[in-house]
């Protein structure tokens, strides 16, 4: 009978009932794989934007439009804070609509985004660095030793009759609104992909590939950021103007330079549109579909309200449906547990997506592009790996919802053991200066210096023997004006400094480090599939989209809220220098950490992070009751087909 179906409806042709149109000149492409490659590449393109250029940009954006730190919080914030407001709405009503469409105007909203955040750069002209061009030879402050009292007059009185820098700033300022415009549109576009778009894959698959779908799926998630992290990365060491690129007498490490934040989002853009247009040639459900929804065996908790919506056909058409789902959803221990997981695994990964290249940094004393390349790579292994691994353990093996759980289990435990690495560290030189700034005028030769730390200008003796944090902390009197500093009164005459930071030394540590870090992140992403795979399957299937919605709400408001505000107040308070005002007074951020306090405070919050995971998950397996018992445990075919029974788990 199945054969003398499919022979009534050749592969090419949709059945009425399960497509939007009859066979087409799209109609090739209504398959699953082609499916995912759609959705695939609106994840890549999400996070590439979202997680890749805007993270890369927000320091270029603050120098370029004179934007505060405070400013920029705003613009990170916006997107998330739009997702929380419009996630339910999306997930409850796009779930019984085409969320194909829904998909495709998400996307859509992303490629105007990206085109309104880089247009500041075409409208503003020009970028000129207003720190620029004053000081000793109009040539920028020069942070040296002024023994002289009169020299310090002269200092002041010249920054005294600087041109108010301030000037044109408002007008600058007010550039602000087009990144709010651009990241409101990104959170509007954002709210379909990770409810709708894996909600929509999954029901066109068969339950046992379902695993195998969502885990290519997150791959190219993973992916995403880490191509927007490392190319946004390599733009920013384009000047931002091309035209003035080979005018200009600035170098990326300059503290004035701004590169090329723009570039990525501008060819963003259109990719966007093209993932849109991609996404609107699939119908509202794939050939097919109907019979894979027919062979599923409902796995939902008991409590999770299958016995209601199986009577009401018309559940979701009235207002008050929307509460009595929420109540259902609510009601599912299963659910409302793997959510706590999902919030303490996002405060993680958000954090370390945001800290970890500034970890390595002050860990092992590398540049801040090393670090950011080697995060990036790291990341793209890591989380690669175990993304397609997690996917795939859950095809091959054909796990019901209890096997994925205690898979995470196991997965948290081994994550919880390899975060230890964060631990190693390369040792303190001895050519690096353990000046102590505060005490730094107890020294005989540099107490007439007033060395302060209003600003790190690190500088390396010629020698690569000895860093200190500035000119002056050096005794340096004389500026060459090429980024060499002479006369140092603590050092022999011929002494001469370079700007910058000594080369650091390749340490064995380091090795052992990256390993380490590509085995962390590979087990933290190895249980995300598989507990996604359960929290789809305990809720009944109509409930999915609106569980994804609830979900996401729940990890953004208790998981990406606060992951950058807690791992940065980890950093905050391992600080050993700050950067000060004229008078002394804390004015702005740290210049250097405490590395070994700051290895130890990060190690314990992630340690209770992942005994929170854990818990959690042993709570969602605990409190699990399909709501058919019977089916379950007599297996034969099973809820997905397992071959595992139960009791061998």
Known sequence: MLKLQEEENPPNVAVKGKSDK????????????????????ATFMQGAITDG??????????????????????????????????????????????????????????????????????????????????????????SICKLEPSNVTELTTSEDQIPDSTAGVNEVSNYLYFFIVAQIAFGLGSAPIYTLGIVYLDENVSVPKSGFYLGILYTSATLGPAVGYIMGGVLLRFYTDFRKADIIMMTPDDPGWVGAWWFGMLLASPVAIGAALFLSIFPKELPGTEEIR?????????????????????????????????????????????????????????GFAAFLPKLVETLFGQTSSFSATLVGVTVICG?????????????????DVRSNLYFCICACFCSMALMTGILLRCPHESRVSTLDLEDSGSIDCLSGCSCTSVDHTPVCSDDGMYEFFSPCHAGCTHDFKNNTYGDCICFPEETVFLKGRCEAQWCPQLYFFTFGLFLTIMFAFLP????????????????????????NVICKIFGSFPAPIL???????????????????????????????????????????????????????????????????????????????????
């Open 22 to 41: 009859p066979g087409g000149m799209f109609a090739s492409f209504h398959k699953p794989a082609w499916l995912l490659l759609a959705v695939s590449c």
């Open 53 to 142: 250029f805007v993270n890369t940009s927000v320091t270029s954006i603050e120098r370029r439009f004179a934007l505060s730190s405070t400013h920029s919080g705003i613009i990170v914030s916006l997107y998330f804070f739009t997702g929380v407001f419009v996630n339910l709405g999306v997930a409850y009503v796009g779930g019984r609509g085409h969320k194909g469409r829904w998909l495709s105007a998400g996307m859509v909203l992303y490629g105007v985004g990206a085109f309104t955040y880089c247009l500041p750069h075409f409208l503003s002209g020009y970028y000129h660095d207003s720190q620029r061009g004053y000081g000793d030879d109009g040539d920028g402050y020069s």
């Open 294 to 350: 027919r062979a599923k065996v409902s796995v939902a908790h008991q409590r999770g309200g299958e016995d209601i919506l199986s009577t009401r056909s018309d559940f979701g058409e009235k207002p008050e449906d929307f509460f009595l789902a929420m109540k259902l959803l609510f009601r599912n221990p299963t659910m409302m547990f793997l959510n706590l997981v999902f919030c303490t695994e996002g405060i993680i990964i958000v």
């Open 383 to 399: 989380g690669c790996s175990g993304n397609f691994i997690g996917g795939w353990l859950v095809k091959r093996y054909r796990w």
């Open 528 to 551: 995300f599939i598989p507990a996604l795979h359960a929290s789809l399957r305990c809720v009944p299937e109509s409930q999915r989209s609106l569980s994804l919605g609830l979900s």
């Open 567 to 649: 791992f940065g107040a980890i950093f905050d308070s391992t600080c050993s220098v700050w950067q000060t005002d004229a008078q002394g007074n804390r004015n702005g951020s740290c210049w250097l950490y405490d590395a070994d306090k700051l290895s130890w405070r990060m190690l314990v919050l992630i340690e209770l992070l992942k005994m929170a995971s854990s818990l959690g998950v042993m709570m969602a397996v605990y409190l699990y009751v399909p709501v058919n018992l019977q089916t379950e445990e007599d297996e034969g075919e099973g809820e997905e087909g397992s071959a595992i029974p139960l009791k061998t788990v």
